[in-house]
Structures are given as structure tokens and as C-alpha cells.
């Protein structure tokens, strides 16, 4: 039919575009974890952008931005294949799977997060609930290498050669914020665009959470009196 392609020349975008074999119900669970970096991206950071406008948040998602353009450049380089036995059927054998994207994600924001919560707090004064809190990525990152795994999308040396890379380059862009950047925080925030979308950081506020409730009941109350 004119001007409809051939079924050759589609390509799907494999951002979410994830199989498991039919009545397989750990491939099933499995498939929805390969989906967490896809959750972090819009329900996390797009949400903490909408309601926080942390400028912690806007540098650590520019990092996992900057992370995912480096893996596909990374791929376009080496060029290895995916798991042959598996790419005919899962429709990415067009595709490059050294290093995993999925498992460079997941360990970048991991080894991002929990240095956050380590070193500046992540808005929390508790060294036992900073720890706590530190540890919480950790079991979706490992889930998610094996779930690309077990799926059959990548070798088991290219989730490792993503998680590996996702560390270095998540604890490598924390230096960089928080050495570098963090000192141009103030600035941003006085900026007119910085003023207009009410961009902040609240690294400096050793309990954000205990700080923002005793404000928001200090202004209810005030205005019961007015």
C-alpha cells in the first residue's frame, strides 16, 4: 500500500518496550522492575521539579541525563551485540548492548543518592534515618542488572560493565556538584529565571522536613489569628 513502510524498516523505541515469556510470573515482576529508571524519571524527578524546585534535584537528573548520553555514545562505539539467542524474539537485535543502559541508570542514581544522604543529609538530621534511607536503592539497582539479565536483553558483562560505569560516574558527578557547582547554587536561585520558577536549595537546612513542617504550622496558625 503507498505510503505505508515496510515491516523491515519499523524500529520500536525500546525505552519501554520490554518482553518476558508468556506464563513466566518472575519474567512478569521482572519486566516491571527493568521499568523502575522510567518510574524514577517521570514520577520522581518530574514531580520533585513540580512541588520542590530543588536545585539538587534539577543537577542530580541533569547527571543521570548526562550519564544516558554518554552510554549511547559508549554503544555507538563499541558496538556489541546483544544476547543473540534472545534478540530475534525480544525485536532489538538492530540495537547495542555494551554497556546496559537500564543498569548504568540505576547505579548511578544509587551510588548519587546514597552519597547524598552520607555526606550532605538529603534534608535529613537523624544519622540512623540517613542510613536507613541510603540503603534504599540499592535492591532495585541489583534487581534491575538482573532483570536484564534473566529477560535475556544483555550478557551478563554488559549489566556489570553499566553498573560498574554508573557508580563511577554518579560518585564522579556528586564531586562535581558539591564541590564545584553547589557554589553557584545562590546565584541560580537570585537569577530572574530562578525567581520566576522558584528554583531553591535547602542543602544548608540540616532537617528540611521538620523545618518546612514547623513553618507551614507557624503560618496556619498565624493566619487563624489574623
Not at 505505508?4 to 506464563?23: I, N
Not at 547524598?116 to 538530621?125: I, Q, R
Request: net charge positive.
Amino acid at each position: 500500500m503507498d505510503g505505508v513502510p515496510a515491516a523491515a524498516a519499523l524500529k520500536a523505541v525500546t525505552l519501554t518496550h520490554v518482553r518476558y515469556r508468556r506464563g513466566d510470573s518472575l519474567g512478569y515482576v521482572l519486566a516491571w522492575v527493568s521499568l523502575i529508571p522510567v518510574f524514577i524519571s517521570l514520577g520522581g524527578f518530574v514531580s520533585n521539579f513540580i512541588f520542590r524546585r530543588e536545585l539538587q534535584g534539577v543537577f542530580f537528573a541533569f547527571g543521570l541525563l548526562l550519564s544516558q548520553v554518554l552510554n549511547e555514545l559508549t554503544k555507538s562505539s563499541i558496538q556489541q551485540s546483544r544476547p543473540s539467542a534472545m534478540c530475534a524474539v525480544l525485536e532489538v537485535c538492530d540495537s547495542h548492548g555494551w554497556p546496559s543502559s537500564h543498569s548504568q541508570y540505576m547505579f548511578f542514581f544509587a551510588s548519587y543518592f546514597t552519597l547524598l544522604c552520607l555526606l550532605n543529609g538529603a534534608g535529613v538530621s537523624s544519622p540512623r534515618s540517613r542510613h536507613l534511607l541510603a540503603l534504599l536503592p540499592w535492591p532495585a539497582a541489583f534487581l534491575t542488572l538482573y532483570s536484564r539479565v534473566y529477560l535475556g536483553y544483555h550478557t551478563v558483562a554488559q549489566v556489570i560493565a553499566g553498573a560498574t560505569l554508573g557508580m563511577v560516574l554518579g560518585a564522579a558527578w556528586f564531586w562535581i556538584v558539591n564541590t564545584m557547582l553547589v557554589y553557584y547554587f545562590p546565584a541560580i536561585e537570585e537569577s530572574a529565571i530562578g525567581r520566576f520558577l522558584y528554583i531553591k536549595d535547602s542543602s544548608h537546612i540540616p532537617d528540611v522536613l521538620k523545618f518546612e513542617y514547623d513553618n507551614a504550622r507557624a503560618a496556619r496558625k498565624k493566619l487563624a489569628i489574623d
